[in-house]
């Protein structure tokens, strides 16, 4: 049976540097720049959706995070005003009718959500890259 031993020195020191460029988080904090300009544009879609009568719900909005855990990324949009869940999904009025609801929270992160492999995309390539040098 013949012998032979594999030199991965090569492969070990790459693989310590990419280690090291992980463990500083320089990838995570990244995305966390990334994800505050995400949370920015939601937060200016879901108050240009919502409904002014007094103003107090559009100015009621808030956002928390980014919260990166693992392979999860996420923000969280809120309004705390206890008619914001009538005014989002509608409501019986008094006389028996139907106030249709304004989805403005439902639609921002079906608008978010659709454009996130563009707002990621470019953290993530430079991330890599830098990963690679």
Known sequence: MAG?????AEFQ?????????IA???????????MQRVKAQSMKAV???TPVDTGHLRQTWHADGPFITGTV?????????EYAPFVEN?????????????FMLKDTV??????????IAPSLERALRG???
């Open 24 to 34: 500083t988080e320089s990838v995570k904090h990244g995305l966390e720049i990334t």
């Open 73 to 81: 990324i996420a923000i969280k949009l809120y309004n705390n005003t």
């Open 110 to 119: 079906v608008e978010v959500e659709g454009q996130m492999p563009q707002l």
């Open 4 to 8: 032979f031993t594999i030199d991965d």
């Open 47 to 49: 108050k240009s959706r």
């Open 90 to 102: 509608g409501h019986r009025t008094r006389g028996g009718g139907w106030v249709e609801g304004r």
């Open 13 to 21: 020191a790459w693989a310590d540097r990419v280690n090291s460029k």
């Open 131 to 133: 990963l690679l040098d």
